[in-house]
């Protein structure tokens, strides 16, 4: 079981479920709120991390938030260990872990090391956070599952079913993001790589904001 000073901070207090609130769904609203001052972004064929290019004028914004949306994610995650912890302390620790990984690689990292304008990996940067970004994706699509199986144990079954629901569609829109940029896929509506990020993250975070905002309303 995880002994350390701020998971007892989060211990008695429901603040990590107010974090995973904002975080999740600000990480979310926010590339909307800032794409307008970027010319030429699209949201449907481009990523989010290209917010944070270094030839972008809201690089310093879009870098910083995805810096504190980590650290919210990795507070929030203290919250939902100890939510499932009795349940099953080994799958409460692999919830944990998954959305670490992501809050490191997919928000830290991805905001500490700015990606490039294009995809190609030519800077240590833009390879950190290429790679980051990749795994912690790959780490959170399983949240939901992890999620949904704590729910059936916890014999809440409505929220089993629908967190796993929401795991087959992260499968699914993540499947499609990664085959986004193939030259077979070009021209179709699967080559919208921007839009099956956005979905997928929403069908990640879901459960996470579901099981947080039932906590606190």
């Not at 479920?17 to 307008?36: E, G, K, M, R, W």
């Not at 509506?189 to 579901?210: K, T």
Request: with cysteine; proline share 3%.
């Amino acid at each position: 079981m995880m002994n350390n000073s701020l998971y007892k901070v989060f211990e008695s207090s429901n603040v990590g479920f107010y974090l995973l609130i904002i975080a999740t769904l600000s990480d979310i609203v926010i590339p909307f709120i800032l794409a307008p001052f970027c010319n030429k972004y699209n949201h449907l064929t481009m990523v989010m991390s290209l917010l944070g290019n270094r030839n972008s004028p809201v690089c310093v914004l879009y870098n910083t938030w995805l810096v504190i949306a980590g650290l919210m994610l990795v507070c929030g995650s203290l919250s939902l260990y100890k939510l499932y912890a009795n349940t099953s302390a080994q799958f409460a620790t692999w919830l944990f872990s998954v959305i670490l990984l992501y809050a490191v690689g997919g928000c830290i990292l991805s905001g500490i090391f700015p990606v490039g304008e294009t995809k190609e990996l030519l800077t240590v940067s833009a390879k950190i956070h290429g790679y980051g970004s990749v795994f912690g994706f790959f780490a959170l699509t399983f949240a939901p599952l992890i999620i949904g199986i704590l729910s059936l144990r916890s014999k809440h079954l409505p929220m089993g079913i629908i967190s796993i629901s929401f795991f087959v569609l992260a499968v699914m829109f993540f499947a499609f993001f990664v085959m986004a940029d193939k030259k077979v896929f070009a021209q179709t509506i699967i080559a919208n790589e921007g839009l099956w990020q956005r979905l997928s993250l929403i069908c990640m975070y879901a459960p996470i904001f579901i099981v947080a905002f039932k906590k606190v309303f």
